[in-house]
């Protein structure tokens, strides 16, 4: 999975996922040649890989023995890390939506990963029980509509889009999307924290740790459920039930596209040339779950843009992991956290390898990028919950 000898890193995933849903056990070389994976010499798994595209090597045991033992040494900073079962994967999006609206189901589709669709009706219903790990589509738990308000309100699909959210909330049994969509969050909340992965991207990383401080609170303007917002609203804003960020303070304005001083947006001084953001390096054996989540064939890759794109750095809660980093904007792009017995991964922009993607713009063809670092790191996230769970060394 290095640079140089991996035609097809996202395919690579797919190959990887295919061979665990066969029932074998995968190993997962971590920091030896980008993250190499070792499945075992069969001659399925090597037509599968030539009908992808997928570079591999066929090792005689003594050579799978010598880079194990490699990979083995104290002075190493590397570690073989056992996958041992497919997960079980849902994308949260709405009914209808296109699979390119999303940078998660377009790399699951083209790595040939397969995935079910969830939503509100889903959710509230429990059905993330029977899932391993879920993505979040940009969602916006808020009820603020995306905050496209401004811009696009008499544009048809925000006249659509919005009406057919009020009538879903209505059919469950709320009286506003905002309610509705808290009730939501709680659910995703409590699949986490009973041991559940969740990974988000864009605006779904923000508005979610929105939504849980809001929870109670009427923080919607008049145009997006009808009445006014709650007087103060900001100060009675509970830090404590947010995943990964603290101290932020909410856009109150309707029309500015923007949820809070989280996202760096707007604050951002780098121009695309020179906008890059850096994997973080951790001890492969002291802590192979933040390793696992950085493994790349590069360890600086290119920023791109979203709703969110970014993370404020100062208002990331103490005990959330930065996996990688534009240090010279004080921002993180991608994170990791802890809660209950879960996990959670957020990941700042829209679409890796579309540095400023507008509604109506064409989808990426990941036949143009198939060495992807930006969106490797998405498939880290997806084969993360296969890892065999290590006693925590003390």
């Given amino acids: 999975m290095d640079a140089e000898t991996q035609k097809n890193h996202l395919k690579a995933y797919g190959i990887t996922y295919w061979t665990l849903s066969k029932e074998l056990k995968v190993k997962w070389l971590l920091n030896y040649r980008g993250g190499a994976f070792l499945l075992p010499d069969t001659e399925a798994i090597q037509r599968e890989c030539q009908i992808r595209g997928v570079s591999f090597e066929i090792l005689s045991n003594a050579q799978t023995e010598g880079i194990l033992e490699e990979i083995n040494s104290p002075s190493q900073n590397m570690e073989a890390v056992v996958l041992e079962k497919a997960p079980k994967i849902a994308v949260y999006t709405p009914k209808g939506k296109r699979p390119w609206d999303d940078a998660v189901t377009m790399v699951l589709q083209?790595?040939?990963?397969?995935?079910?669709?969830?939503?509100?009706?889903?959710?509230?219903?429990d059905g993330l029980l029977v899932f391993d790990w879920l993505h979040l589509h940009h969602e916006d738990f808020t009820g603020q509509f995306g905050k496209f308000y401004a811009q696009y309100?008499?544009?048809?699909?925000?006249?659509?889009?919005?009406?057919?959210?009020?009538?879903?909330?209505?059919?469950l049994g709320y009286n506003k999307v905002s309610?509705?969509?808290?009730?939501?969050?709680?659910k995703i909340r409590d699949y986490v924290i009973g041991g559940g992965f969740m990974f988000a991207m864009c605006s779904a990383t923000d508005s979610f740790d929105i939504a849980l401080s809001a929870e109670g609170l009427d923080i919607c303007e008049p145009m997006f459920d009808g009445d006014g917002s709650e007087a103060g609203y900001q100060n009675k804003i509970d830090y404590n039930k947010t995943f990964a960020f603290s101290n932020f303070v909410l856009e109150r304005n309707p029309k500015?596209?923007?949820?809070?001083s989280i996202d760096m947006t707007r604050?951002?001084?780098?121009?695309?040339?020179?906008?890059?953001?850096?994997?973080m390096e951790f001890s492969a054996k002291w802590d192979p779950i933040p390793t696992m989540l950085c493994q790349n064939h590069t360890a600086l890759v290119k920023g791109f843009m979203g709703q969110t794109t970014s993370f404020k750095r100062n208002e990331i809660k103490s005990n959330v992991l930065v996996l990688g980093e534009t240090k010279s904007n004080g921002e993180a792009k991608y994170i990791h956290g802890i809660k209950g017995k879960g996990f959670f991964t957020f990941y700042g922009g829209h679409d890796p390898e579309d540095y400023q993607h507008r509604v109506g713009d064409a989808k990426t063809?990941?036949?143009?990028?198939?060495t992807s670092p930006g969106y490797r790191l998405i498939l880290n996230n997806v084969l993360f919950p296969a890892a065999k769970k290590k006693k925590q060394k003390t």
Avoid: G
């Fill in 153 to 171: 309100r008499a544009s048809a699909w925000y006249i659509e889009a919005k009406k057919n959210a009020e009538s879903l909330a209505q059919e």
């Fill in 365 to 370: 063809e990941l036949d143009l990028h198939p």
């Fill in 110 to 125: 083209y790595a040939e990963i397969p995935y079910e669709t969830v939503y509100d009706e889903e959710v509230l219903n």
């Fill in 179 to 186: 309610e509705e969509k808290l009730a939501v969050a709680l």
């Fill in 267 to 279: 604050k951002r001084m780098i121009p695309k040339s020179a906008d890059y953001f850096s994997l």
């Fill in 256 to 260: 500015v596209y923007e949820f809070s």
